[in-house]
T-cell receptor, first 111, second 114 residues
Framework: DAKTTQPTSMDCAEGRAANLPCNHSTISGNEYVYWYRQIHSQGPQYIIHGLKNNETNEMASLIITEDRKSSTLILPHATLRDTAVYYCIVRSNFGNEKLTFGTGTRLTIIP | NAGVTQTPKFRILKIGQSMTLQCTQDMNHNYMYWYRQDPGMGLKLIYYSVGAGITDKGEVPNGYNVSRSTTEDFPLRLELAAPSQTSVYFC?????????????FGQGTRLTVV
């Protein structure tokens, strides 16, 4: 049973902001929203995570709606190296919690 | 601090052979995971472990075995290799200290069964 829903693919022009949406309408109170990306054939790479508040780091920003049922990952100035599959995951840090991946969004940065 | 190290990087097996994919981490993480990724597909969880001596099945455990005798190591065993096990295998680790923590992944083992 998928906990998140993401678009299959998206394009973004180089230099523009890439906004990747994720729906997680069944998220529970102790579950975090995580974003990872996988650049062709490499191991996935952690990007950012959040619980309730918006978060920003050197890679991206994460905007979580007030009801926590959806979120958006923002890459502020996309470069060609940001072309990857982006995975949105919800997960708690309590108990025997698996870390499972859905199908993600394939983001292509267009020159 | 090497992170998560997987060996070997590449391997070709004949049908029916067995092998162990090695995974070690030096971050003292309690959680460790094994995934497989078939061409063009997402990652599927094979087994995971929440600490030494504790393992549990993921989404696709059939044909694999794991053990976790130490915090650092989490080997994945294939007993009777089949062509359907041709895939890229990723190991990962994470910790539960504090609120919400990232998982670190190895660079993968590309396995071909012929």
């Amino acid at each position: 049973d998928a906990k998140t829903t993401q678009p299959t693919s998206m394009d973004c022009a180089e230099g523009r902001a890439a906004n990747l949406p994720c729906n997680h309408s069944t998220i529970s109170g102790n579950e975090y929203v995580y974003w990872y990306r996988q650049i062709h054939s490499q191991g996935p790479q952690y990007i950012i995570h959040g619980l309730k508040n918006n978060e920003t780091n050197e890679m991206a920003s994460l905007i979580i709606t007030e009801d926590r049922k959806s979120s958006t990952l923002i890459l502020p100035h996309a470069t060609l190296r940001d072309t990857a599959v982006y995975y949105c995951i919800v997960r708690s840090n309590f108990g025997n919690e698996k870390l499972t991946f859905g199908t993600g969004t394939r983001l292509t940065i267009i020159p | 601090n090497a992170g998560v190290t997987q060996t070997p990087k590449f391997r070709i097996l004949k049908i029916g052979q067995s092998m162990t994919l090695q995974c070690t981490q030096d971050m003292n993480h309690n959680y460790m995971y094994w995934y497989r990724q078939d061409p063009g597909m997402g990652l599927k969880l094979i087994y995971y472990s929440v600490g030494a001596g504790i393992t549990d099945k993921g989404e696709v455990p059939n044909g694999y075995n794991v053990s976790r005798s130490t915090t650092e190591d989490f080997p994945l065993r294939l007993e009777l290799a089949a062509p359907s096990q041709t895939s890229v295998y990723f190991c990962a680790s994470s910790t539960t200290q504090g609120g919400g923590t990232e998982a670190f992944f190895g660079q993968g083992t590309r396995l071909t069964v012929v």
